[in-house]
């Protein structure tokens, strides 16, 4: 076995306590001396420091990288404005999800990121689809950092003032802490924050920096989880993958209107068949929000049944939701089973449990939609 990778910040993980662990093959923090619910309590009310610099960052640059890209998502590329940012996904030929990203246009160049996991097969995958028609750069050399929570406008906008002109999904470039960054207004917990590109010997110097702030304390990748398990946002591997439509996953929006049948640039990309069929007729299963009626926590892999006892669905996120103070899961289940209130059940450790559906997400997100300041 191979020791894991580490990212710029795991000194700093060391020194601050962190219990590491391997994750998509870095040593990566699990929780802090807080521990899990108090970070998770504290991203919801102040802000969280994360580390995710074990995400993987590419530039696509030419004069043909944006169309390049749409021909493997069904997200709008071409017409993404300048300082903006989207979600989209890398689909298969059956209409499965390869991986989702965020993709934000920077000038003349397109800067996407990526899950660790998946990171190097998505690098070939662009290589070897487009790599033809633009330039693929891989950032090796940057950290990435999110700052999560309802203070973290109020502790970034010390640093850089032009943070407070940022709405959601934009993105800027500015100086913080001395280091020249990428900042976008987004991020994985359901909260108000922002992600941060830095440079990989700028890092520690920075999160220094905005650790000093009394606002903000280190979250770990345990809180990280159940904050984005609350706010309904999946995880791949998880609740997305090569078998799994955005139409069965309640990601309908990523395939914007100009590319779907009769659209001004309908199709071209994997799948599109698959997924225009589904928009019209509908999928057979839907992700779905899980709420266990016991104190029992579901995990991933856990059958769903429907009163009858046939088989209904399974669940592929579940743990403890802190600000629920009470389990909470994610699944798919069949089509006509999704309405919230639909009552099903799962048998963990030999004992039936009632869950009942609900609507997603369970906790309503806090994003900044419009500009402030």
Avoid at 35 to 48: L, N, S, V
Avoid at 53 to 79: K, Y
Avoid at 110 to 129: P, S, T
Avoid at 243 to 269: D, H, N
């Amino acid at each position: 076995m191979t020791e894991p990778l580490q990212t710029p910040l795991h000194a700093l993980h060391v020194a601050l306590g962190a219990r590491m662990a391997p994750f998509a093959s870095y040593s990566m923090p699990i929780q802090y001396r807080s521990g899990i619910i108090r970070e998770h309590t504290h991203t919801r009310t102040g802000a969280g420091l994360f580390d995710v610099s074990h995400m993987g960052q590419v530039r696509l640059a030419g004069g043909g990288a944006a169309a390049a890209l749409e021909t493997l998502t069904p997200a709008d590329i071409v017409e993404l404005p300048d300082g903006r940012q989207r979600y989209a996904l890398l689909t298969n030929d059956a209409g499965g999800v390869r991986d989702d990203f965020m993709v934000a246009r920077l000038g003349e160049h397109l800067l996407i990121v990526v899950n660790a996991a998946c990171k190097q097969d998505d690098i070939e995958h662009l290589r070897g689809r487009i790599g033809e028609r633009c330039s693929i750069e891989v950032l090796d050399d940057r950290a990435l950092l999110a700052l999560q929570g309802p203070a973290a406008a109020l502790v970034l906008g010390r640093l850089a003032r032009e943070t407070a002109a940022l709405g959601f999904m934009q993105v800027a470039r500015m100086s913080l802490a001395g280091s020249e960054c990428i900042v976008s207004r987004s991020g994985y917990t359901g909260e108000d924050g922002f992600e941060i590109s830095v440079a990989a010997d700028r890092a520690e110097t920075l999160a220094h920096q905005l650790l000093g702030h009394e606002e903000v304390e280190p979250i770990g990748l345990g809180a990280r989880d159940s904050l984005r398990l609350e706010a309904g946002l999946c995880l791949y591997g998880q609740d997305l993958d090569r078998s799994t439509t955005p139409v069965e996953a309640g990601l309908t929006w990523t395939v914007a209107k100009t590319r779907r049948a009769g659209g001004a640039r309908a199709g071209g990309y994997p799948g599109a068949g698959v997924i225009d069929r589904e928009l019209a007729a509908g999928a057979a299963r839907r992700r779905v929000a899980l709420l266990p009626r016991s104190r029992v926590p579901l995990r991933g892999g856990a059958v769903l049944q429907s009163h009858d006892g046939a088989i209904a669905g399974q669940v592929t996120s579940g743990g403890f939701g802190p600000t629920l103070g009470a389990p909470i899961a994610m699944g798919y289940v069949e089509a006509g089973l999704a309405r919230a209130g639909t009552m099903l059940s799962a048998t963990v450790r030999g004992k039936t449990l009632p869950v009942e559906v609900a609507k997603l997400p369970v906790v309503p997100h806090g994003f900044v939609r419009g500009t402030t300041g």
